[in-house]
């Protein structure tokens, strides 16, 4: 018997700091007129550096699902955690969330797939679901991207934000709020370079005493990482179609990750999904990476933009780089 996973509760969350273009105008050689006609971005929310770590913002966006799914933290099985930024490069910031929420025993772990690194987790959480029908599992994907971002680089710390987002994923027991009727994933590791954090790692490893510097921070080629996100993204968005009999015209709303509206406009305009169907709230959380899909699903529902019945496209692109498509049925 095939288990169709679903998903029972949504929410997010983003610290309150808000910094705005005209914020970033008094730090780097920038104008909230680039930064707007360029990337959409109006303002980006950031923690207050030491105050809130990727698994701080996680619990409050957790809570929120949670409590939309009318569960509570003693009922989970497991936690995945989506980040590229987690609290420490060991422990899992899986493992701090869990104990933030006050339980233990759980299956509990992290996974970066970059910015795609909610569907990743979901399509684990899937998998989890399969083998276990009775598994409640708490998909969080939460960024402190402020922490890995040079704010003295205009090229890149204009584009980032921190928030987080989360979902309960179960079988299907009539309490579902939308089905995840079919995802896909891919990867190309030939391309590493274009979008990274190069040091800190094993590759180019910490020196004690060593001087922190720009290699330490997120670096980008940016216009070879919007073509290459715009080819995968339509691409994967077109096999999913294809894959389930879909149109275009079958999907009530396209939530692709905010990373740049110019790269979400090209997008919906290759696949074909007219404006008023596409949702963007990037010009008010800035790219938040493996957080942006599952902050504007929760945001989304939030402004009613999401109604029982509708199906909902979602794709995404990241570092990797990585991509993935998914279909939910609301
Ligand atoms: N303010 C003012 N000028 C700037 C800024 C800034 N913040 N940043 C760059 N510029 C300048 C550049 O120096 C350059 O000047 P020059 O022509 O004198 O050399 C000029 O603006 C154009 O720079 P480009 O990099 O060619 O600008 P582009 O239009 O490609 O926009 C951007 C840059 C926004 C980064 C875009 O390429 C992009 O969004 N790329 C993909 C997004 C991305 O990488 N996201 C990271 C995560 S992956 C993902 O989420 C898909």
Redesign the pocket.
Not at 154 to 160: A, D, H, I, K, P
Not at 220 to 223: M, R, V
């Given at each position: 018997m095939s288990i169709t996973p679903v998903i029972c509760g949504f929410g997010h969350y983003a610290p309150e700091k808000i910094v705005s273009n005209q914020d970033?105008e008094k730090l780097?050689?920038?104008?909230d007129e680039?930064?707007t006609t360029?990337?959409g971005i109006k303002q980006r929310h950031i923690v207050v550096p030491g105050e809130q770590s990727s698994s701080d913002l996680a619990l409050e966006a957790s809570k929120m699902a949670l409590a939309d799914a009318g569960l509570s933290p003693k009922d989970l099985t497991h936690i995945l955690f989506a980040t590229l930024t987690p609290d420490t490069y060991c422990p899992s910031a899986a493992c701090y969330l869990e104990q933030k929420l006050g339980v233990r025993g759980l299956m509990a772990m992290d996974l970066n797939a970059?910015?795609s690194g909610f569907l990743y987790s979901l399509q684990t959480a899937r998998a989890m679901v399969a083998l276990d029908p009775d598994a409640v599992v708490l998909v969080a994907a939460s960024e402190v991207l402020s922490s890995r971002v040079n704010w003295t680089d205009?090229?890149?710390?204009?584009?980032?934000g921190d928030g987080s987002g989360a979902a309960v994923v179960t079988a299907d027991t009539g309490a579902g709020k939308a089905q995840v009727l079919d995802l896909i994933l891919g990867s190309d590791g030939n391309l590493t370079d274009l979008?990274l954090i190069p040091a800190g790692g094993s590759r180019f490893p910490l020196e004690l005493g060593g001087t922190v510097d720009k290699e330490s921070y997120?670096q980008?080629?940016?216009?070879d990482?919007?073509k290459h996100?715009v080819r995968e993204m339509e691409a994967i968005t077109n096999t999913l179609l294809e894959k389930n009999g879909l149109a275009v015209e079958d999907i009530d709303l396209f939530v692709p990750?905010q990373?740049?509206v110019?790269?979400i406009d090209a997008l919906a305009k290759r696949v074909g999904v007219p404006p008023e169907k596409v949702f963007v709230n990037i010009d008010r959380y800035g790219?938040t990476?493996a957080a942006?899909v599952p902050i504007a699903l929760s945001d989304a529902l939030q402004q009613n933009a999401i109604q029982p019945g509708m199906r909902i496209l979602i794709t995404t692109?990241?570092?990797g780089f990585t991509w993935g498509s998914c279909i939910l049925q609301f």
């Open positions: 970033l780097v050689d920038t104008s680039w930064i360029r990337t970059a910015c205009r090229s890149t710390c204009v584009l980032f979008l997120i980008l080629n940016g216009p990482v919007f996100a990750h990373a740049n110019r790269i790219n990476s942006s692109f990241g570092a």
